[in-house]
């Protein structure tokens, strides 16, 4: 018989949204229905019995959220819901596909045991006697799942069928996956967490005693007895005793993957205590820095570029790079190269002309992020954002400056992180960021993860950008090339115009590893797919900053004004016809002793902006007071060039009081720069400078003045061939004292003993070759020649 849909609603199970399948007898509004049909959300619902006699009912049509939600719904004509993955479709599918495929083979057989059905059989179709629930209990079709599985040759038991069954109805698909490929890998092992703690208790206690560290054996015995003491109660029992009593050798990896070592364990454990950089819960493994959206956590630092440059004043200095990464999209919103040159201070105690980045650069990288950066000309079109992946007609809309635009986003900060360099912790900078609504947050000391980005970023920028640079200096000495200086030179404004390229161009257009978008979370993203992925959680909003804004960046000093008007850098500045009259005197400030807050452009020093603070409201506070010897300098000058003016005028005996004169000095230090070297004729080379006058020396003397006169008569020659050298191998010629015994020829020697006794016989000469003393003894015995006569006076002496 069919089981009564009446009778069997008691029995049966609640469902979620995805349980009803075509053909289900469900209970909905006191009544059953039979979904006939899905449209979209729509279910279509025929009453399974005529609610009066003789009266056909009308089909229902309605949402399944609706059915689904309601107080009495439920499925009918089954005993359990279908396979659902809740929350766990991601992990499923990450498993291998073996494991995959094994669990999926397993929810078959188990919805033929449960549904009486096969997946994807009609609920029409008769079901299998073996499975038939009118035939068969539950317990009986477990076992003719298991004889069926072990004819296909799965030997399985009945009571492991029953068991995939329970697991699936409580896990769905999760539930049949093998056990074993689920297991992951704790960071201490097979070691109870309750051991772990006690053994930086115990490394705790010892650093607050006072004690010395001992070796590893005396710490593990230490933590043994505290275990034994703790826990004695769990020790009772081997099944609650199991992870808290180990050998040596366990406790020994575990002190290594703790990273403690007998000379390092009480740093290591006062580096736990108060939070270190690695997890106690995956040892080696760092926190990462992640933001929600752009501008949330922007990082700024500052590093050497290893390149060398040409400077202003024609020297060959380094430089430093200045960037402000965002942490969301991993832009660079922000870029500045400054020289990089030491100081010296020309015995006046002070330092002159000293260059490296200053608290006013910082604010300039600071000042970029609200504005964006204008492409140049020259540059390929690659670079332009129309037509790059930002969302240009949008940000174009929203901003008129987007019109000609670089392909890089404008990214405002919220929070700044710096570290603890004197540029970024500054009272500029820091008043430059809060006038902003910029949160300055500086990292810790000695914690690498706080700006591990900005870090990371400027190491890619060596490898990336500095290194392709014929002047790239590298950064160990010792592997600097010897001709670096000879390459040719970038000046520091072709240089940032290079780089501003290469973050457009290669930067922003590579894909990041730690960039993924959740809607496709298996690709790479470039930083501008990311901004343009992220922009709209917290959408645009045009930061254009007014001149008094912008006045507010700039450096800020706090002087006394008097009738001279008020000095910066050794500079005066003042107003004619008594305009600057109301502000001497007290500013009315107790902190800061009755000074006026001055700010000013070290670009552009011509000019300083006083804030009066006294101001009537709706009137401009800010009051333009000029360098009063400005009209001497008619070239753009900055506080370098006068650092540099003034150090020549001290060394030339000048008085730093006179203003007028260093004025003069950096204005032909202006023209002598802009004229160039001087041109030297070819045919008329630079005389050498003079050198200085010395005491002349006398003339060394001749060493042989003294010796007599060489007589050519008194001068031995040297014996020699007395023939020519082409007749020594001509072997027609019979060879001449051949017949000479070894004594003869030592006793023709001039010098030597005569042989002694026991010298062998004559020995016959056979080798061809004439003998030195023939050459005096041409002929039959004649006479050797007289003293300064030559070989080649004889008659047989050929030359």
């Not at 959300?41 to 399944?64: C, G, N, T, W």
């Not at 499975?131 to 003719?144: G, I, K, S, V, W």
């Not at 800010?622 to 000058?637: A, G, K, S, Y």
Request: with cysteine; charged share 25%.
């Amino acid at each position: 018989m069919i089981l009564d849909p009446r009778r069997a609603a008691g029995a049966s199970v609640s469902a979620v949204a995805d349980t009803i399948a075509l053909g289900d007898t469900i209970r909905f509004r006191g009544a059953d229905w039979v979904v006939t049909a899905f449209h979209g959300p729509r279910l279509f619902l025929d009453a399974a019995e005529s609610l009066e006699p003789e009266e056909l009912a009308e089909p229902l049509i309605i949402l399944q959220t609706a059915v689904t939600s309601a107080p009495d719904f439920a499925v009918l004509n089954r005993a359990a819901p279908r396979s659902t993955l809740p929350g766990r479709i991601g992990e499923f599918h990450a498993l291998p596909r073996d494991v995959r495929k094994a669990a999926e083979r397993w929810e078959r057989h188990v919805k033929e045991v449960l549904h009486q059905q096969a997946p994807n059989v009609a609920a029409t179709t008769a079901p299998k006697p073996a499975f038939d629930p009118r035939l068969r209990t539950l317990h009986q079709r477990y076992q003719a799942k298991a004889e069926q599985l072990c004819l296909a040759g799965v030997p399985v038991s009945a009571a492991t069928v029953e068991r995939k069954c329970a697991a699936w109805r409580k896990e769905g698909l999760m539930g049949l996956v093998d056990k074993r490929h689920l297991r992951t890998e704790t960071p201490h092992g097979r070691v109870d967490a309750r051991v772990v703690d006690i053994v930086w208790e115990v490394l705790d206690d010892e650093r607050a005693r006072g004690l010395s560290p001992g070796t590893l054996s005396r710490l593990i015995n230490r933590v043994e007895q505290t275990v034994r003491v703790r826990y004695a109660q769990l020790l009772a029992d081997p099944k609650t005793a199991r992870g808290l009593v180990h050998s040596p050798a366990t406790f020994y990896r575990l002190l290594g993957r703790l990273g403690i070592t007998a000379e390092n364990a009480h740093h290591t454990a006062a580096r736990h205590a108060a939070g270190p950089a690695i997890s106690s819960a995956r040892p080696g493994a760092r926190r990462a820095t992640w933001a929600r959206w752009p501008g949330e956590l922007v990082q700024i630092d500052t590093t050497g570029l290893d390149v060398l440059v040409l400077g202003d004043d024609g020297r060959v200095i380094s430089v430093e790079l200045t960037i402000a990464i965002d942490v969301a999209t991993r832009s660079i919103v922000g870029s500045l190269i400054v020289p990089k040159r030491v100081g010296r201070t020309g015995g006046t105690g002070r330092w002159l002309a000293g260059r490296a980045t200053r608290s006013f650069d910082t604010m300039q990288v600071v000042a970029q992020t609200t504005a964006p950066l204008p492409a140049r000309p020259g540059w390929a079109p690659e670079t332009f954002m129309e037509g790059s992946d930002l969302p240009f007609e949008d940000l174009l809309a929203a901003d008129p400056r987007f019109a000609g635009a670089a392909a890089r986003p404008v990214i405002k900060p919220e929070t700044i992180v710096i570290d603890h360099g004197s540029p970024f912790i500054s009272e500029d900078f820091t008043r430059a960021c809060h006038s902003l609504g910029i949160e300055v947050r500086e990292a810790r000391l000695r914690t690498a993860p706080d700006k591990a980005i900005v870090e990371r970023a400027m190491r890619a920028v060596k490898t990336g950008f500095s290194q392709h640079l014929a002047t790239y200096t590298h950064h160990r000495l010792d592997l600097r090339g010897k001709r670096v200086r000879k390459q040719p030179l970038w000046t520091i404004a072709q240089l940032q115009e290079l780089f501003e390229q290469w973050v457009v161009l290669h930067w922003q257009q590579t894909p990041h590893g730690a960039l993924r978008s959740p809607f496709t979370p298996g690709l790479r993203l470039t930083p501008n797919q990311m901004y343009a992925a992220l922009v709209s959680l917290r959408g645009y909003r045009s930061t254009a900053l007014a001149g008094q804004e912008n006045r507010k960046l700039l450096p800020a000093v706090w002087v006394r004004v008097n009738r001279k008007g008020f000095q910066i850098n050794n500079r005066t500045y003042n107003l004619g016809r008594g305009k600057l009259d109301p502000c001497r005197g007290s500013s009315g400030l107790a902190a800061k002793q009755g000074r006026w807050e001055v700010h000013y452009s070290p670009d552009h020093p011509e000019v300083a902006w006083l804030f009066n603070h006294r101001a009537q409201p709706g009137t401009d506070p800010w009051i333009e007071v000029p360098f009063i010897h400005r009209r001497l300098l008619d070239d753009r000058w900055t506080e370098e060039t006068w650092a540099e003016a003034l150090h020549i005028h001290l060394a030339g005996g000048g008085n730093r009081r006179d203003e007028a004169a260093i004025a003069r000095a950096t204005s032909q230090l202006l023209h002598n720069a802009a004229q160039g070297p001087p041109a030297t004729p070819a045919s008329k080379p630079t005389p050498r400078p003079a050198a200085p006058s010395r005491p002349t020396l006398p003339a060394p003397a001749e060493p042989y003045d003294d010796m007599p006169p060489l007589d050519p008569d008194s001068v031995r020659p040297f014996r020699s061939l007395d023939r020519p050298a082409g007749d020594l191998f001509d072997a027609s010629e019979p060879v001449r004292g051949a017949e000479q015994s070894l004594e003869q020829f030592l006793a023709s020697l001039p010098g030597l003993p005569p042989p002694s006794p026991s010298v062998p016989g004559p020995v016959d000469d056979t080798d061809g070759m004439p003998h030195p003393t023939n050459t005096f003894r041409a002929g039959s015995g004649s006479a050797s020649p007289s003293p300064g006569g030559l070989p080649s006076d004889e008659p047989d002496g050929a030359r």
